[in-house]
Every structure is written in C-alpha cells, then in structure tokens.
C-alpha cells in the first residue's frame, strides 16, 4: 500500500543586534531581544498556532489515520518557551493525539556536522534528551540541519543508534532512481534514508498561492491525484517542508489550510496512507544503497552546503567559528555554551552569501554580505576572547582535555571520600547510640511509684481541708 509521509520543520533563527568593533571586550550580549521576541510573536501567530490547530484537527477526526511528523531545534524551543507558550501548548496536544513523531536533530539547528563530530553528536543527544523530556519519547529518526546528509554524516548517525535519517532527494544523487523508495546508507546499512519529493513538497511550500503558476489554483483532489498517477510499485512518497511555509510563505489567505485538511480524506479515497518515518523504515524494506559522496541539502537548486559556505566570507567565519569547539566542548559555562549554540545556527552564515539565486534574501539588520559578515566576526572576536580566558589560548587541546580530565578525575574523588565519610559519622552515631546506659527497671519502677504516693497526699490533703 503507497504511504505518504509528511514532515515539518520547526526552527526560528536568533537574531543579532548591531555590534562594533569597539564592543569586543566590553559587551557579551549579542542579541537583538526585540526582533526575536517580534518575530517569534509573527511566526506564531501567522503560522504555528494556526498549522498546529489544523493538524490537530486532522489527527482528530481521522481517528488515528492521519501521521505527521516534527523536528523542533533546541533554539526555537527556547524561544517559543520565552515568547510564545501557547505553541508549546499546542503541541503537546498533537503529541496527545498519538499521530505525531518528534524527531531529532541538531540542537543549534547549525553546520557542526559538516566540522566537529564531537560537537555534532554533543548537540544531538542534548536535543534527543530534550524531546524525550518534552513529549515522552526518545526520537529514533534524525534530520539534519537543512536536511544536510553525505555517506560520512550517515555513518555519525548510525552509530548513535538512529534507525533512519531524512534528506533530499536530490537529481545529482539519485540520477534515473526514484525519490519514493527506502534506501539505505551505503556505509552503515542499518541506517535508512527517506528522500524528500522536492517537487511535491514545493508545490505546497513555494507554489501554492503563485496565481502565475500553470496548477494554480491547486486542489486536495488534483494533488492526491498526482500521488495515485505514480508506478504502482513507488512506496513512500516523502513531503518535506518548513511549518512557517502554511502561513507565512503561504498566507492562510490563500486557503493553504482548508487544502492541507482536505488531504487526508482525498488519500483515503484513494487507497493511500499516512505514516510517520519511524512507521515506514520499520515497515519497508530498503532497495539499495544510496552514495553521497559530498553533503547535499534542500537549499537552492545546486541541493549543496554552498549557501553557507560557498564564498570566502563564509569559510573563513566557518573555520573561526569552528577554531574553538574543542574548548567549547570542554567547558561548563553556561553563558558560553548558549552564545555557542546561538552563534552555529546556520542562517548567520546564509546572510553572507553572494549567491544570486534569482529569490530575495531577509538579510535582517543587514544592507549585505559583507556587513553580515563583518558584524558576525565583531561577535565572534569577543566571544572567542571570552573562551580563551577560560582556556589560555597557547595551551594545546590535547594539554586542556588532559588537565580537565585531571581536575573531573580529582572531583570525583572528592565526592567519593564524602561519600565514605558520610557513612562513618553514620556507623558512630550508631555505635554510640547502642553504647547508651539504659535506665534501671527498678529505678523506673520506684521513681513511678514515688509520683504516686506523692500524687495520693495531694488528694487526700485536699479532701481534708
């Protein structure tokens, strides 16, 4: 039976304020509070609330036949959990209903596995932790930023116990191949690899509401059509996309969420299912490996890493960036740790870009590239001169990690000595309570009967009186 298995992202990017270079050294804070908070209240309000009511809706009446599916980055947690509960309400209801799979991905929503593979399974697990702790499962299938993927990253992956792992289903890759078949990792077979329908997704995410568009105006029914016109033998047709995309990209005016509604009962008219991507690679079979020798993603037709780091200005903030992640990996600092999440998240390097891909670009605060580019090294150089105050910076990390594991091993021991410690001070308040002389039966019994004589002439004072 064909399955269609929709999926949505959920990331916000964090916005710097404009920082000088006279404010390296003076001043930590890099962010501009109330653009963040403005435009979590406008994604919210124009999209989120709205898309997840709908799916909600969905799940509902479909009596468990409608699966969606999320990934939510750690930083938009954050800043849905500061700005705008009430969608953090909301999906809690969509997890209620039993129809949603959470799935994991980089905490930062960042490049750290095209960089760091310490720093990439770090940030990973922290963020799996965070869905288990959120909606009571530990997610069991990854997407990557931007739906990066190679062969490589594949490997990482498998090895953290993933059982699938969604990216593009990119021309450059699958050449003659369909997008709508299990494939698997050519380096670890155990890990399973769903190719988004680039097509299908964008005709929902890009062409909707385009009036110039030859499908326009596009209907549930068409569009289920479309899906039951493919090979009979095509089992999963992937439909990847960003949340924001029902609402912002796509206005709820266009009737963007009457059409999303309409699907499930049109594709049950049809014979065709919903699953979540645990549900498909559980239940379908890979055909055959899929190699991706370089990373691909779901960005820009090239489908590659060279919106973020195809031009000098971005390497070189990349590789300065990435110059300290072993001391970053290393510390403890809270401070530290957040502005290293706030600082990897990757739309910092994609405002830098010089490519002309025929789409406007929100640059922000930003007139171009270069004053990205020059306003995100200002940050880094004071965030840079923070992390090797803590670390000097002519001490090797292979020196650092050794004294650190020193210094962890010397608490550990400390704490085992209190431990033990705690455990005599114990035994001898045992030891001495059982040293304690008890009290003379015989005393008790006299001193009982001495009350009472002495209570008896009390009374019989009284009488006489």
């Known amino acids: 039976m064909r399955t269609i298995c929709l999926y949505f992202e959920i990331h916000q990017i964090i916005h710097l304020k404009r920082y000088r270079f006279f404010d390296i050294g003076a001043d930590h804070y890099y962010y501009d509070d109330y653009a963040n908070e403005t435009g979590m209240n406008e994604v919210a309000e124009r999209s989120y609330i709205p898309a997840l009511s709908a799916l909600i809706e969905m799940a509902k009446k479909s009596a468990g036949a409608f699966k969606v599916a999320l990934s939510i980055s750690g930083v938009a947690l ?3 959990e500061i700005h705008a509960p009430a969608v953090i309400d909301l999906l809690h209801q969509l997890n209620d209903t039993g129809c949603c799979e959470f799935l994991a991905e980089p905490y930062s929503h960042g490049l750290s596995s095209l960089a760091n593979e310490e720093c990439f399974r770090e940030e990973v697990l922290r963020q799996s932790d965070k869905m288990k702790q959120m909606f009571g499962k530990a997610p069991k299938v990854f997407r990557n930023s931007s739906l990066i993927y190679s062969d490589e990253i594949g490997a990482m992956i498998a090895s953290m116990g993933f059982k699938g792992v969604l990216t593009e289903g990119a021309k450059h890759i699958l050449g003659w191949k369909s997008p709508h078949y299990v494939y698997h990792c050519s380096q670890a077979p155990s890990l399973k690899v769903l190719l988004r329908d680039f097509k299908l997704s964008d005709d929902i995410s890009l062409r909707f509401s385009n009036s110039d568009w030859s499908e326009y105006p596009l209907f549930a ?17 992937n439909i990847f996309m960003e949340l924001s995309a029902l609402g912002m990209d796509q206005p709820l005016s266009s009737n963007i969420l ?5 699907l499930p009962f049109c594709a049950k008219e049809r014979g065709i299912t919903f699953s979540t991507p645990s549900e498909v690679v559980t239940k379908l079979k890979s055909i055959s ?3 991706v020798s370089y990373p691909l993603s779901w960005v820009d037709e090239e489908r590659d890493t060279s ?10 903030a990349f590789n300065k960036l990435y110059s300290v992640a072993e001391r970053v990996h290393l510390c403890d600092d809270r401070r530290i740790k957040q502005d290293w999440d ?6 910092n390097f994609r405002f830098m870009t010089t490519k002309n ?10 007139d171009s590239p270069y004053d990205a580019f020059t306003n ?6 004071d965030f840079i001169k923070r992390v090797n105050a803590l670390y000097p910076e002519d001490m090797d990390n292979e020196e650092l990690n050794s004294l650190l594991t020193t210094i962890k091993n010397q608490g550990e021991e400390i704490s085992a000595l209190h431990k033990e410690l705690d455990k005599e001070v114990v035994k001898v308040e045992k030891v001495a309570k059982a040293a304690k002389p008890k009290a003379d039966p015989a005393k008790k019994v006299a001193k009982t009967a001495s009350k009472k004589v002495a209570t008896k002439k009390i009374a019989t004072k009284k009488e006489v009186e």
Do not use: C
């Open 376 to 381: 995100y090294m200002n940050i880094l150089g």
């Open 342 to 347: 706030y600082l990897q998240a990757s739309n």
């Open 307 to 316: 919106s973020w780091l195809g031009n000098v200005l971005q390497r070189e």
């Open 221 to 237: 029914d068409k569009y289920i059509g479309w899906i039951d016109a493919l090979p009979q033998d095509e089992q999963v047709i």
């Open 78 to 80: 954050e800043q849905l």
């Open 289 to 291: 490996p899929i190699e």
């Open 357 to 366: 891909t025929g789409l406007w670009l929100n640059r922000g605060i930003y």
């Open 258 to 262: 009457e059409f999303l509604k309409a």
